[in-house]
């Protein structure tokens, strides 16, 4: 499984793609609460971004 590209894999690249932009946001959030960074709205367009590429990837995927 782990030497396979992901397009093989039978999970798909959905999985994949929406942990991905979780550990985004999870990370943002733990460096609030261990670091006191600061939530600006720079950090949270930039969640939001990567939240919408992977709307659009998995809407692509699915016309396929």
Same mark, same amino acid.
């Given at each position: 499984? $782990?030497? @396979?590209?992901?397009? *093989?894999?039978?999970? #798909?690249? !959905?999985?994949? =793609?929406?942990?991905?932009?979780?550990?985004?946001? %999870?990370?943002? %959030?733990? +460096? @609030?609460? $261990? $670091?006191?960074? +600061?939530?600006? @709205? @720079?950090?949270?367009?930039?969640? #939001?971004?990567?939240?919408? #590429?992977? %709307? =659009? =990837? *998995?809407? !692509?995927?699915? +016309?396929?």
């Amino acid at each position: 499984m $782990f030497g @396979r590209p992901v397009a *093989e894999r039978r999970c #798909g690249c !959905g999985a994949a =793609i929406d942990t991905a932009w979780c550990g985004v946001a %999870l990370t943002a %959030l733990g +460096a @609030r609460v $261990f $670091f006191k960074d +600061a939530l600006t @709205r @720079r950090v949270a367009a930039g969640v #939001g971004l990567v939240a919408a #590429g992977v %709307l =659009i =990837i *998995e809407l !692509g995927a699915a +016309a396929h």
